[in-house]
């Protein structure tokens, strides 16, 4: 496995053409895996709540942004799909080799500051799903700790992706709260169509959305995937499909939360803690039921991301320093893979446990990641000028399309995090 990274041809390409697998069912399930972990682990915690303070807050006013990020998040994902297939090899790997050992350990630190707010939103869920059945927040943070510390050592990639993509599936419970209280479509196109509030608080909301939707960790989570799955650019089409599956469903999953939220939740106001999100289950599901779907769907999101978030990571730093960094290797043979992701789960679970405000926490990290977009997509958009090789090479018409894609989206992000804060 580890020789897949190592043995990575250089940017002008491998001896290959590689002509293209037929798209089919077989080559869907072939290549299925790193977009759709990636996709649902980006329905994280983080997002659950911040939809549900937008819904709370705003209604449905936030609603068709969510929507109109799928374009994006698409050309964002795909990109991170495509270096993976034509370099074989991750990002900050890659970024060492083309531009120097300094712009890695940028692109490095920038994803370090994006996994570690988005660890402490997922452990923050995780917190709250546990308070939700009386458990203390430090004894759900050291659960968490123990139990995906050992799944990752003593899983491979392919049992670790099962994992993920198993507890990502509670998240299509929120379909079904979205569906029972849903008010009907004329109120919410008549609230989407309304002009933008001139409030602070809407637009630092609309840059957390947004840095729910395109995340750092997500796109380097995927091409590092793409690689440790042995996908090769043979299984480009099969692997776009996947990825736009992947980008609709987590948007319709956001969209049918934030729904339920503004159905259940507008006349509430700020959310005061994760548990008050609970409300919006209990209210459409009955309190039982709904009990049940808020701690699965929470859990099922806040674990998936949380596997993600850590994998993104110690991957990157093995590759930043050029040492293992494979879930194939044990953890004397890559210390500091597995280092890297005791580390980020410790430092997290401490300041969950310290009592900060975990709504605000979760809030903050969305804007956080807004705000490093525009770095991680810079990288992103030059790698895949320069150091692919020829068939895969981002050119022409849709490279012109993927920069104002990409411009759109670092503006909306930063503009909106500095209306915020006016």
Not at 12 to 29: C, D, E, H, M, V
Not at 96 to 102: D, I, S
Not at 223 to 234: C, E, I, N, S, W
Request: proline share 5%; glycine share 10%.
């Amino acid at each position: 496995m580890a020789n897949r990274h190592d043995g990575a041809a250089e940017a002008g390409g491998g001896p290959q053409p590689w002509p293209p697998s037929r798209l089919s069912w077989r080559a869907f399930l072939v290549v299925a895996g790193p977009g759709l972990v990636a996709m649902l682990a980006d329905t994280d915690a983080g997002s659950v709540v911040t939809v549900a303070q937008s819904g709370a807050q705003w209604g449905y006013r936030l609603l068709l942004s969510n929507l109109l990020f799928i374009p994006f998040m698409f050309f964002a994902q795909e990109l991170a799909l495509r270096i993976g297939l034509g370099a074989q090899q991750g990002a900050v790997a890659l970024a060492r080799r083309r531009f120097g050992r300094a712009p890695a350990l940028l692109l490095l630190a920038v994803l370090a500051a994006s996994c570690f707010g988005a660890l402490v939103s997922e452990l923050s869920g995780l917190a709250g799903a546990g308070q939700a059945v009386g458990a203390p927040v430090g004894a759900t943070m050291a659960l968490a700790f123990f139990g995906l510390m050992a799944m990752v050592v003593t899983g491979s990639y392919r049992s670790v992706e099962r994992v993920a993509l198993f507890f990502g599936l509670f998240e299509i419970a929120f379909l079904a709260m979205a569906w029972r209280a849903a008010p009907g479509v004329q109120p919410i196109v008549a609230e989407v169509l309304r002009a933008p509030p001139r409030d602070p608080e809407f637009y630092t909301l609309l840059a957390a959305n947004l840095g729910t939707s395109v995340i750092p960790w997500a796109l380097l989570y995927q091409q590092a995937a793409t690689v440790h799955k042995g996908l090769r650019p043979a299984h480009l089409m099969a692997a776009r499909v996947e990825t736009l599956v992947g980008v609709v469903v987590c948007q319709v999953i956001t969209s049918a939360l934030l729904i339920a939220a503004g159905a259940t939740l507008s006349a509430h106001g700020t959310l005061d803690s994760i548990a008050d999100i609970e409300t919006a289950f209990t209210a459409t599901l009955g309190t039982a039921f709904g009990h049940v779907v808020f701690v699965l769907g929470l859990t099922g999101s806040a674990l998936t991301a949380t596997i993600v978030v850590c994998l993104t990571l110690a991957w990157s730093v093995g590759e930043a320093f050029g040492v293992g960094r494979s879930l194939d290797h044990s953890p004397s043979q890559a210390p500091w893979f597995y280092g890297a992701m005791a580390l980020l789960l410790a430092a997290g679970g401490a300041l969950v446990a310290s009592g900060a405000n975990l709504v605000s926490l979760s809030i903050a990290a969305g804007v956080a990641n807004a705000v490093l977009l525009p770095v991680v997509l810079g990288f992103l958009y030059f790698l895949a000028r320069t150091a692919l090789p020829e068939p895969l090479r981002l050119r022409g018409f849709y490279a012109a399309a993927t920069a104002f894609a990409f411009l759109t989206v670092a503006g909306v992000g930063v503009g909106s995090a500095i209306a915020g804060l006016l």
